[in-house]
């Protein structure tokens, strides 16, 4: 296939196979990206798995055990969606551990009471919702084809988090103001999930082009704010910004000026909880050494029988 066909293919909204012919540059921007997704949803088990011991009742137990077990067989399949692209997996994840590859922004807050396990489930699986129903239709297979359970999946722990946010307003006084004080702390970094704004997205001109992002982040952002203001509406909540009203012109909510030093210091590493994160995930990786290879012996031994 040449690049005229592989453009082609693109441009007919067909896929793109792991042993089709594709620009360095495609690949190379696809390993980015959906590394860096996958590493979100394992640093992102983080945040909620401090909750699991302290979940007020074993039925909330079961459902986050449950939610933070999804997020890490999405890191799985991510994965594995880069072997398709030739990336190795052990190496990417010690790009996430030296620093050198990101993951989302939004795992460096920490989670301080537990109606933040609400909220995540509301305003974080929401916003990913948003941002990845679109990626069902991207243009690398593979790819595709992951974000299609990963989103069945998200809409599950996006209604738990709502369901359980619903129980605790109708609850008392104290639980509504810890709902309150939650999505006061998540708003403003739930909208910085989707990225620096169109006019600074170094990526997105070309991602577009290559049908790898369908939509560009401003849209998505306000996709995911028109959205959530009838939904904190009905739970009784307020969105912390003053300047977040209807526009009937524009047909949809104007909102405040996100503070894009907080994101880029986060993105930078300098958010309240990256060194932790990061930290957790290598001590993580370091006492799995054991299992790594206890997993390549016995392989090598069943080659061994075969042969
Ligand atoms: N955090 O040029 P763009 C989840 C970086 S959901 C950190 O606009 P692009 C589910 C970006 O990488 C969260 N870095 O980049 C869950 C680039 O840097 P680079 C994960 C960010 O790629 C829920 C630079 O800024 N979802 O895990 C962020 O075209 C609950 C310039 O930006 C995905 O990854 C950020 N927020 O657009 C799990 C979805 N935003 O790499 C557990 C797939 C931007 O050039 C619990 N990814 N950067 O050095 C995407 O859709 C895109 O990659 C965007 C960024 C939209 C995130």
Not at 198 to 219: G, L, P, V, Y
Not at 255 to 277: H, K, L, T
């Amino acid at each position: 296939m040449s690049e005229d066909d592989f453009t082609r293919l693109v441009e007919a909204e067909q896929r793109v196979e792991p042993r089709d012919w594709m620009p360095d540059g495609y690949r190379r921007t696809l390993i980015r990206q959906i590394a860096q997704h996958a590493h979100s949803e394992i640093i992102g088990m983080q945040p909620e798995a401090n909750w699991i011991s302290r979940a007020p009742s074993l039925r909330r137990k079961a459902i986050l055990l449950a939610k933070v077990q999804d997020e890490a067989g999405h890191g799985l399949y991510l994965y594995a969606a880069t072997e398709t692209l030739g990336a190795d997996r052990a190496e990417l994840t010690e790009n996430l551990i030296n620093g050198r590859q990101k993951y989302s922004s939004i795992f460096n807050y920490p989670t301080l009471t537990f109606a933040d396990v609400g909220v995540i489930g509301w305003l974080v699986d929401g916003a990913a919702i948003c941002n990845q129903v679109p990626l069902c239709r991207t243009s690398y297979g593979p790819y595709a084809r992951a974000m299609i359970r990963i989103c069945k999946e998200e809409s599950f722990h996006q209604r738990q988090g709502y369901e359980l946010l619903m129980t605790m307003m109708r609850g008392t006084a104290q639980q509504r103001a810890m709902v309150q004080d939650a999505v006061n702390r998540w708003w403003w970094p739930s909208l910085m999930m989707f990225g620096p704004s169109d006019t600074e997205s170094a990526n997105t001109e070309q991602s577009m082009a290559w049908r790898i992002k369908r939509h560009t982040n401003d849209e998505l952002r306000q996709r995911f704010v028109d959205m959530s203001v009838p939904q904190a509406d009905a739970l009784g909540v307020a969105l912390p910004d003053p300047d977040l009203r209807w526009n009937a012109e524009r047909d949809h909510y104007d909102f405040g000026e996100i503070d894009w030093a907080e994101f880029w210091r986060v993105v930078g590493g300098n958010g309240p909880s990256n060194r932790q994160r990061v930290a957790h995930r290598r001590k993580a990786h370091e006492d799995g050494a054991w299992v790594r290879e206890a997993a390549a012996a016995y392989a090598s031994r069943q080659e061994e029988v075969v042969a």
